[in-house]
Every structure is written in C-alpha cells, then in structure tokens.
C-alpha cells in the first residue's frame, strides 16, 4: 500500500500499472470492434451469402440461357457440363444440364470468369 508521504510499494506499483494497462488494452480493443462493426455497416463489408454466393439460375438468365429444372441444394440450382459427341455434320457440343450431386456441380459464373481470364491469357 501507501503511506501519506507519497511512497508506494514496489509489488504494489507494478501491480497498479499492470491493471492500468490492462484496462486501456480492453478499451483499445472495445473501440476498435466498434469501429469495424460501424465499417462494415457504412460500406458493406464482410460476407453475406444472401448477395455473395453467385447463383447458377442468375448467371443463366442474365445470359438468356435456358435454365435446366433440377436439383437444387441451399437454394442455388446444381449444373454440370457434358460434353455431347459429334453427330453427322454437327460438332461435338457442351451443353448445361442440372445434377443432383454437388461434387459434379459447377458454378457457371466461376467458370465464365475462368474461361475469360484464360482466353485473355
């Protein structure tokens, strides 16, 4: 403790800084989590599955492709890509079809931006 000539023991001291210090770190840190929280708010920031996750049935329509009724899992439709042979004097073709297995799905916007990049390349 303390006397009234001022001294202070030296356990005592480093024991009332160290709580000091303690609690302007927690005061740092409660400042800085509302600041981020007030960012991200005021700009959008941080995930939301509800606008961030592309959607297959957006990708097709917004390229006025035709949508493949099929499976859908977490609300987004399943697609893959297969590949049909050549017939007579047609080529050999892609075409989108929907599945109900998720590890053969693929995410068309993904494979759109893939393809671009690639081609830029």
């Given at each position: 403790?303390g006397?009234?000539?001022g001294f ?10 160290l709580?000091?210090?303690k609690?302007?770190e927690?005061?740092r840190?409660?400042?800085q989590?509302e600041?981020k ?9 941080g ?5 961030m996750?592309?959607?297959n ?7 006025n492709?035709?949508?493949?009724q099929?499976?859908?899992?977490a609300?987004?439709?399943?697609c ?5 042979e050549k017939t007579?004097?047609r080529?050999?073709r892609i075409?989108?079809l ?5 590890e053969?799905?693929?995410n ?8 671009q990049v690639?081609?830029?390349?």
């Amino acid at each position: 403790g303390g006397g009234s000539d001022g001294f202070i023991h030296g356990e005592c001291l480093a024991r009332a800084l160290l709580e000091k210090a303690k609690t302007a770190e927690e005061a740092r840190i409660a400042a800085q989590a509302e600041k981020k929280l007030k960012d991200r708010r005021e700009y959008g920031i941080g995930w939301r599955p509800d606008r961030m996750i592309p959607r297959n049935e957006e990708f097709l329509q917004g390229h006025n492709l035709c949508c493949p009724q099929g499976t859908r899992a977490a609300g987004s439709l399943l697609c893959c890509l297969v590949l049909e042979e050549k017939t007579g004097t047609r080529p050999p073709r892609i075409s989108i079809l929907s599945t109900s297995d998720p590890e053969r799905s693929v995410n068309l916007s993904y494979l759109a931006c893939a393809l671009q990049v690639r081609a830029r390349a």
